[in-house]
Structures are given as C-alpha cells and as structure tokens.
C-alpha cells in the first residue's frame, strides 16, 4: 500500500444548498447590475438639456422623463406583457403613439 493504506478516507463535506447557491448568484448579479449601470447615475442627474429656456433648470433627466415619457411607457410596457404580441416592438410603438399626451 500507499500512503492511505488502511485509512479510512475523510468524509467529503456536503454540497451547498440549491437555495444557498440561488441567493448567492442572485446577490452577485445584484451587484454586478449596479456596477454595470453605475456609469449612468451622473447622466441621469444632470440638468436636461433644452429645458433651461423652459424655466426650468433644475429639472433633472431622470425628473423629466418621469413626467414625460415614462407614464405612457410603463402602461405600455404593462400592455406588452399581458397581451404577448407577435411583434412586440410594433405594439410598443403603436401604443406610445397612440396614448402620447397632446
């Protein structure tokens, strides 16, 4: 024999969890989700350009398309999801003009 001869072999720890793996690969896409988008966070804090002869300077991007464009696209999105079209980016841009405000 060799070295292990006559010994028992050590017991081989158990395998993690699946549940233990899933939050632990949840938790590093979290952060990878966030340093991936990091970059954004000073363009969507910024003044919108154009709008400053609007009086309204301190709007930032993120203000202004929350009160634009975001409410149409959000029930739009809404939409897309319930109805599953064959063509879903004609039915976005169908149902963006047709709920765009006047």
Known sequence: ?????????????????????????????QQSAALQH??????????APGLAAQGAQS???RRYLNDTVLPVLRAGMRDLCTERPEDPWQFLADYILAHKPK
């Open 38 to 47: 990091q970059h954004l966070r000073p363009v969507l804090q910024a003044p």
């Open 59 to 61: 709007q930032t991007i």
């Open 1 to 29: 024999g060799g070295l292990l001869a006559g010994r028992p072999l050590p017991a081989a720890a158990p395998p993690p969890s699946h549940s233990r793996l899933a939050g632990v690969a949840a938790s590093n896409q």
